[in-house]
Antibody
Framework: QVQLQQSGPGLVKPSQTLSLTCAIS??????????WNWIRQSPSRGLEWLGR?????????DYAVSVKSRITINPDTSKNQFSLQLNSVTPEDTAVYYC????????????????WGQGTTVTVSS | DIQMTQSPSSLSASVGDRVTITCRAS??????LAWYQQKPGKVPKLLIY???TLQSGVPSRFSGSGSGTDFTLTISSLQPEDVATYYC?????????FGQGTKVEIK
């Protein structure tokens, strides 16, 4: 059974960096059939996909335009986890942050986010 | 980027009613669409992928249809445990944009 366990602070000061980690059990961050995603949710923005990392003979990243200048998602193969860093945060970044596996559920290329982390409520405030 | 628009934003129906939620993509996404259910205080759950294929374990009262730009999620007979917010998501390419959600309540 695949599980994702999130960790990281729930309070970040404005202008600082938000850092979260998602530890994977039951699957590999280097899987050729999955991508590893960060999503956030707030009342004003709903579910907002932030970005992903995935391995297909080499590592790839994709990021949402809205955060592209501030975001980094990195895999850590030694610990089988991936991380989110969001720089220069403002109160607008206050949200529940989720990590999620986007798995190849049907050939040839149908995916679905079938496993989610428990969510981390992050508040940006001084 | 492709935008995903859901309607209605909320609805209230009686137990046993047929409920339909619509999702429209701003460009053709073929059938690269998923539907998620999020119950209050819970994480989203994958219901349907490839626009019409039920994820394992999802009750058969849920169904999806559509292709191109217009998609529908139908609950054939609404049950109390279906109270949730439903989201569509496109995945033909990044970004994996979600619709804004449709909140379903029992009348």
């Amino acid at each position: 059974q695949v599980q994702l366990q999130q960790s990281g602070p729930g309070l970040v000061k404005p202008s600082q960096t938000l850092s979260l980690t998602c530890a994977i059990s039951g699957d590999s961050v280097s899987s050729n059939s999955a991508t590893w995603n960060w999503i956030r949710q707030s009342p004003s923005r709903g579910l907002e996909w932030l970005g992903r990392t995935y391995y297909r003979s080499k590592w790839y990243n994709d990021y949402a335009v809205s955060v592209k200048s501030r975001i980094t998602i990195n895999p850590d193969t030694s610990k089988n986890q991936f991380s989110l860093q969001l720089n220069s945060v403002t109160p607008e970044d206050t949200a529940v942050y989720y990590c999620a596996r986007d798995e190849l559920v049907a050939a040839p290329d149908y995916y679905g986010m079938d496993v989610w982390g428990q969510g981390t409520t992050v508040t940006v405030s001084s | 980027d492709i935008q995903m628009t859901q309607s209605p934003s909320s609805l209230s129906a009686s137990v046993g009613d047929r409920v339909t939620i619509t999702c429209r993509a701003s460009q053709d996404i073929s059938n690269y669409l998923a539907w998620y259910q999020q119950k209050p205080g819970k994480v989203p759950k994958l219901l349907i992928y490839a626009a019409s294929t039920l994820q394992s374990g999802v009750p058969s009262r849920f169904s999806g249809s559509g292709s191109g730009t217009d998609f529908t999620l139908t609950i054939s007979s609404l049950q109390p445990e279906d109270v949730a917010t439903y989201y569509c998501q496109k995945y033909n390419s990044a970004p994996r944009t979600f619709g804004q959600g449709t909140k379903v309540e029992i009348k």
